[in-house]
């Protein structure tokens, strides 16, 4: 699984870490103080950091010129993405898959829920909850499509197409995390409190998709993200299913499918960019590529485990949820759907680009394999998520 390991690993962190803009950015010029006016608070403990800290980022790496892609693709985005949206009241809606507490039958519902849990076993759980985690730091999805130059919501209420999909799109998600949240309270299974520090911490620490403000980049991730999480929740759903709770499946399948609906939309826009700029389009690809794409909650802590994202992924891999295979399955994948291989007339650096994307995923593979030739050592970890019983990893 891709990880990113420029992060500060210490726990509380450094104090005074900010951003370094790499390409020509307005950069904090220093504040300089006269001695006698200096201010008490400087010599004060920070009042708030958060748990994870992100050393270096990159913005604005778009030229300005290419804002006007997005701009001129206003109209296309409204016949070609939006129609990939469902009106609301098309939409399906967590209470439809939970038992409804305004109704008699409640609490014989509840109990049905719970037994049928009981059956499942930890590892499950940390992976469930994992998911619902990840989809509970919404908030930090719907910022890191805001920070997209060219197409981010400039008002919170803009009437573009990009916006109008940004919003809407979110509201979609929103009901995800809502759904495996209810459900897992429900269940009776897991230490809801110590997962509710978790979503908070997470959504306190953001996220570093590195995709520079640039849209070219965001594209290319969302893509990749709405695939795995499509790929994750089909997993959930399929265990469910060989468990016998079929409520359960229902709950992770519905939430597939629209991760898959999401990744058709991502997708679309991505091979418009690469009709309109292949050049542009393929660079941006191996560049996001070479970055390894992050998992969108690879900054999870929950005020204990300071490797919980490594471990929780290490589960589902262990359990087949979401695995390296599904991270270089995903990558050939998106390589054939732009037909990446097929493209005719690129620059010299283009088509070093559109060589290294097209031979990654068999190189992947490879070392994939030769890893898991090496044998590994089997170990446990307790998970504070379920009251920190041991989960093999
Ligand atoms: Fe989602
Ligand atoms: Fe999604």
């Known amino acids: 699984m891709a990880l990113r390991t420029s992060l500060s690993p210490s ?14 950015n307005a950069r904090k010029s220093p504040r300089v103080y006269m001695a006698s006016t200096l201010p008490k608070v400087e010599k004060a403990k920070k009042p708030y950091s958060p748990p994870r800290v992100v050393e270096l980022q990159v913005t604005h790496s778009m030229p300005l010129e290419k804002i006007e892609i997005f701009k001129s693709l206003e ?6 993405v939006l129609i990939h949206l469902k009106p609301v009241e098309k939409c399906w809606q967590p209470q439809d898959f939970l038992p409804d507490s305004a109704s008699d039958g409640f609490y014989d519902e509840v109990k049905e829920l719970r037994e ?58 929103n009901r995800h995390g ?33 995709t520079e403000n640039n849209p070219y980049l965001g594209f290319i991730y969302t893509s990749f993200q709405e695939r795995a999480t499509f790929i994750s929740h089909g997993n959930t759903a399929r265990h469910a299913k060989e468990r016998g709770d079929l409520k359960l499946a229902q709950i992770c399948g519905i939430i597939a499918a629209d991760e898959k609906r999401h990744e ?40 204990r485990d300071d490797n919980l994202f490594e471990h929780f992924s290490a589960v589902a891999q262990r359990l087949g949820v979401y695995t390296a295979k599904d991270y270089s399955d995903i990558l050939e ?14 620059s010299g650096e283009a088509s070093k680009a559109q060589d290294y994307v097209c031979t990654l995923a068999s190189r992947i593979r490879r070392l994939e394999e030769r890893a898991q030739g090496r044998a590994k ?17």
């Open 333 to 346: 994948f998106l390589v054939g759907r732009w037909k990446v291989g097929e493209i005719t007339g690129l």
């Open 116 to 173: 049928h849990a009981k059956e499942i076993p930890d590892d499950y759980f940390v992976c469930l909850v994992g998911d619902m985690i990840t989809e509970e730091a919404l908030p930090t999805y719907q910022t890191m499509l805001n920070t997209l130059d060219g197409v981010r919501d400039e008002t919170g209420a803009s009437p573009t197409s990009w916006a109008v999909w940004t919003r809407a799109w979110t509201a979609e998600e």
């Open 264 to 303: 058709t939309a991502y997708t679309k826009i991505v091979e418009k960019l690469f009709e309109i700029d292949p050049d542009g389009t393929v660079l941006a690809f191996a560049d996001m590529m070479r970055k390894k794409i992050s998992m969108p909650a690879h900054l999870m802590y929950d005020g």
């Open 75 to 80: 109209d296309w985005a409204q016949n070609n």
């Open 178 to 210: 809502d759904l495996l949240n209810k459900y897992l309270y429900l269940s009776g299974r897991v230490d809801m409190k110590q997962i509710e520090k978790t979503i908070q911490y997470l959504i306190g620490s953001g996220m570093d998709p590195r």
């Open 11 to 24: 726990f509380p962190p450094m104090a005074n870490t900010t951003t370094t803009a790499t390409s020509g």
């Open 377 to 393: 050592k089997a170990s446990t970890r307790p998970f504070s998520w379920i009251y920190d019983r041991e989960v093999l990893l």
